[in-house]
């Protein structure tokens, strides 16, 4: 079993930054890719970013390309999203992910075994 928690969510206006970060416990996750995902209000959760445990290959969304960095530390079992150029568009409530069926980089929602509660991040304009 994995416990997530998120942090590091808030009010930023546009153009700001925000780190977010995963602590996860119970079990290491350090042999595991993790992603980051995200639920706007009314829309499905959606894939952001993630990470290999092997060689910490990133994958993005096209979105938040050039924007977004995804990094962990598997000694603090953590993993981290830095957020630069926010947009009102990123407001949602950010989840990160613990994938462990598979050592390539994936995208879907239901490939992604344990889940966080959330951080809401929210973009003023």
């Known amino acids: 079993q994995v416990q997530l928690v998120e942090s590091g969510g808030g009010l930023v206006q546009a153009g700001g930054s925000l780190r977010l970060s995963c602590a996860a416990s119970?079990?290491?996750?350090?042999?595991?890719?993790m992603g980051w995902f995200r639920q706007a209000p009314g829309k499905e959760r959606e894939f952001v970013a993630a990470?290999?445990?092997?060689?910490?290959?990133?994958n993005y969304a096209d979105s938040v390309k050039g924007r977004f960095t995804i990094s962990r530390d598997n000694a603090k079992n953590t993993v981290y999203l830095q957020m630069n150029s926010l947009k009102p568009e990123d407001t949602a409530v950010y989840y990160c992910?613990?994938?462990?069926?598979?050592?390539?980089?994936?995208?879907?929602?239901?490939?992604?075994?344990?889940w966080g509660q959330g951080t809401q991040v929210t973009v003023s304009s």
């Open positions: 119970g079990r290491t996750v350090s042999r595991y890719n």
């Open positions: 990470i290999t445990v092997s060689d910490g290959s990133t």
């Open positions: 992910a613990v994938d462990v069926f598979s050592r390539w980089l994936r995208i879907g929602v239901t490939e992604y075994l344990y």
